[in-house]
């Protein structure tokens, strides 16, 4: 990526080294003070009306408020929530570079807030995330992790079966939903899209080169590979028969082979 490579030549001083850390430390931190006040929540959702009216710290902290539902007691879910961002994040900072690695939670934070400002805040920061752990799984593919400790999967196929519930959500939801999926995820595809497209040319290119090689290497199993110059024996009427190429280029079984052979290293068989 050209122009990311550049603008980091230029501004690269200007990156936050360990941004994962700090992002995990708002996310930590709203899960406390939500316990101690779980009103206080709603100061920091993205509500549209009250950013009109001033309250603009809502387009960025709506994006801290960690996930902590579902089936486990809330603090349960916070922790894996926290755990998951610092495993991935750490791993894209390793991965790409600080610098690299802030403009692409950047572009994700812009992209998400337009999204749900935009389609509905039930987004949340849900994309986000969903983007991040594409990106750690472009980069650490085949990297083993544990499903709560216990399951063992390997990064790459979950990554496989996010990106087909993104996709059958996209293709199963309303406009305003896929509208919000390429919103928040605009980050993913500015960064590896146009690697993503090479990579199926390139395996398509592949494809069809193999294709046009087994079809010239491919030889009628009626049609022998070997057959003396003198008698005409092939391996097919004569299976015991081996063969040799004489330094006249023409191939001779043993019994009519001339009496100066080619060097064995040239020798067929």
């Given at each position: 990526m050209s122009w990311i490579t550049s603008a980091e030549s230029r501004f690269g001083h200007l990156a936050i080294p360990g941004l994962p850390r700090i992002i995990v430390g708002f996310n930590a931190l709203v899960f406390v003070l939500y316990k101690l006040n779980p009103p206080f929540l709603n100061q920091l959702t993205l509500d549209p009306a009250a950013v009109m009216n001033g309250e603009v710290w809502r387009l960025i902290t709506f994006l801290f408020i960690p996930s902590f539902g579902g089936f486990l007691p809330d603090w349960i879910g916070a922790a894996f929530y926290v755990l998951f961002l610092w495993f991935v994040g750490n791993g894209l900072e390793?991965?790409?570079?600080?610098?690299?690695?802030?403009?692409?939670?950047?572009?994700g934070m812009i992209g998400t807030t337009v999204a749900a400002l935009f389609f509905g805040g039930a987004f949340s920061n849900a994309m986000l995330n969903t983007s991040m752990f594409l990106a750690f799984a472009r980069f650490y593919p085949?990297?083993?992790?544990?499903?709560?400790?216990?399951?063992?999967?390997?990064?790459?196929?979950?990554?496989?079966?996010?990106?087909?519930?993104?996709?059958?959500?996209?293709?199963?939801?309303?406009?305003?939903?896929?509208?919000?999926?390429?919103?928040?995820?605009?980050?993913?595809?500015?960064?590896?899209?146009?690697?993503?497209?090479?990579?199926?040319?390139d395996r398509s290119e592949t494809q069809a080169r193999r294709k046009r090689f087994d079809a010239q290497a491919k030889i009628p199993d009626d049609e022998p590979m070997h057959q003396c110059a003198t008698c005409g024996k092939t391996e097919l009427k004569s299976p015991d028969l081996e063969f040799r190429v004489a330094r006249d280029g023409h191939e001779y079984c043993l019994e009519h082979l001339p009496k100066t052979p080619v060097p064995p290293h040239q020798q067929l068989s």
């Open positions: 390793e991965a790409m570079g600080a610098f690299k690695m802030n403009v692409f939670y950047l572009l085949d990297l083993m992790i544990y499903l709560f400790f216990i399951l063992p999967v390997k990064v790459k196929w979950m990554a496989w079966f996010t990106a087909a519930m993104v996709l059958l959500g996209f293709v199963t939801g309303d406009w305003s939903y896929r509208g919000a999926v390429i919103a928040a995820l605009g980050n993913y595809l500015i960064f590896f899209g146009a690697e993503m497209v090479q990579e199926v040319r």
